[in-house]
């Protein structure tokens, strides 16, 4: 059967309600307290449908289940959207070679049964729980199970691994188990045996399969047994739904999941998904692909729908997950640069270089050419050490070159700029203003700017439409504005 499942992130979760043929394989586990009906009575407390049969038997491991008629005709008789599978209690938590002779065959003949049957049916191993003081009828033979968390472990372990072998879904019973003690040792989980669950025990089971077959949080079902009071109730419905939904991947459940990364027009796709078989991207600008975790670059800015569908079970299971990113439009980063001044003398250039708008990166030993004459060419210099920083309004860079130059005006300045990615820009500055020019030299020849202040004698940066002093280390100083 067709079996779709919406769910649109970064908008209210639309959460269609379904329909589903499910059947129970067990024993007295999931006989006990009438799991099944439980797990129906959520679903309808949701307006979902789960309509279900059952074989059961009291002690039935997979071995006897392979060969009961009851249980291979329960199979047949339906196209069913699940099929539970839960081993004797015991057995999937012994010795992983005991594990792979008594229990792994016998799943394997069942789940040949069940895709003979429908090729749609999706399998759900049931993952049990731990005894209450572990399996002390086999402790002595295999002490690892000696300990309720050890038993535990070892469940854990054998299901999924017949899960992934299976490409099946795993229920977490035990796990969400597990948590429900570790959080509260007072609530009982277990009958008066240490073995079979109690209410709670039963309860908290059944909202854990809702969860996994309908990717829901059973929170908030008005569904609560006799003898379960509302605030247990609520416990055990989140500790369900936590286990279940936080880790769809790990209980290999089937799901559409992705992240993204967004840098400039680029969109860098991790396809997070579990248990699909192929999928489908759809980027929202008409182009799609089947790569796994693509890389995508837009043309233009905007916002865009981006839609990852999965499908399992020779398509007959569907999942789409859809989420919106938005493409800037493209800024360069050369728009965080401008050229304040230049200052001319006899061997001298000093170009003042301008950055912010809040740039938070630097130049990364950029190179600065400027132009000569009309023809074009240019004089480059390299590896300066150029450093940007936060808010920095003007920084200096002196060039000193052997011979007087007259460079043509407007001058145009290049450099290359690294960003915090080590994305390369490079960009071209226009100074169109009249230079500073200075014909003074001391006796060596030349002179070097000190500092540059303001009226008050703070020290300024080149700023425009103010009155500065430029200091020289011979002595001299010039008053200078910068007229914008």
Excluded at 278 to 287: E, K, M, R, V
Excluded at 312 to 325: E, F, K, M, R, W
């Amino acid at each position: 059967m067709n079996k779709l499942f919406l769910l649109l992130f970064f908008a209210p979760t639309i959460l269609l309600a379904q329909s589903l043929e499910v059947l129970f394989i067990g024993n007295s586990y999931t006989n006990a307290n009438n799991l099944p009906q439980m797990v129906s009575e959520l679903a309808l407390s949701f307006g979902d449908t789960l309509n279900f049969e059952s074989s059961i038997a009291g002690g039935a491991t997979f071995s006897s289940h392979s060969t009961n008629i009851n249980t291979l005709n329960k199979i047949s008789q339906n196209p069913w959207d699940y099929v539970v599978l839960q081993a004797q209690s015991q057995e999937p938590s012994f010795s992983p070679n005991q594990v792979a002779n008594d229990v792994f065959p016998y799943a394997q003949i069942l789940i040949d049964s069940i895709e003979s049957n429908s090729i749609c049916t999706e399998p759900i191993f049931f993952m049990t729980w731990g005894r209450k003081y572990g399996d002390q009828q086999n402790c002595q033979f295999y002490p690892p199970i000696c300990t309720y968390l050890g038993m535990q472990q070892r469940l854990r372990q054998s299901y999924l691994d017949m899960t992934i072998n299976h490409n099946a879904t795993c229920s977490p019973v035990g796990i969400c188990w597990k948590e429900s003690i570790a959080q509260d040792s007072t609530l009982n989980l277990f009958s008066s045996d240490n073995s079979h669950p109690s209410i709670y025990g039963s309860y908290l089971a059944a909202c854990t399969f809702y969860s996994t077959i309908f990717k829901k949080p059973s929170i908030g079902s008005d569904y609560i047994p006799n003898g379960i009071d509302t605030s247990t109730a609520i416990f055990l419905q989140t500790i369900a739904s936590n286990t279940v939904l936080d880790s769809l991947g790990v209980w290999n459940i089937f799901n559409a999941d992705f992240n993204n990364i967004i840098i400039g027009d680029s969109v860098i796709f991790t396809n997070t998904s579990s248990n699909y078989e192929n999928l489908f991207w759809d980027f929202g600008d008409g182009y799609s692909s089947t790569i796994t975790s693509p890389n995508h670059t837009y043309s233009n800015a905007g916002n865009y729908d981006i839609s990852l569908i999965v499908n399992n079970n020779n398509g007959c299971l569907i999942d789409t997950i859809t989420a919106s990113v938005t493409i800037a439009p493209f800024v360069s980063s050369c728009d965080s640069f401008m050229v304040t001044d230049v200052i001319i003398d006899n061997f001298n250039l000093t170009i003042g270089i301008g950055v912010y708008n809040g740039l938070n990166s630097f130049l990364n030993y950029p190179y600065v050419a400027f132009t000569l004459d009309s023809s074009g060419d240019t004089i480059q210099k390299g590896n300066m050490n150029l450093f940007g920083a936060i808010n920095l309004d003007t920084t200096w860079y002196n060039y000193s070159i052997l011979n007087p130059i007259n460079p043509i005006f407007p001058l145009s300045i290049y450099f290359v700029y690294y960003d915090e990615y080590m994305l390369e820009d490079t960009c071209i500055l226009t100074y169109n203003l009249t230079p500073t020019v200075i014909t003074d030299i001391n006796e060596s020849g030349y002179r070097n700017l000190i500092s540059i202040v303001n009226v008050l004698g703070k020290k300024g940066k080149g700023t425009k439409n103010e009155v500065l002093f430029y200091i020289f280390d011979d002595g001299t100083v010039e008053k200078k504005i910068i007229l914008e």
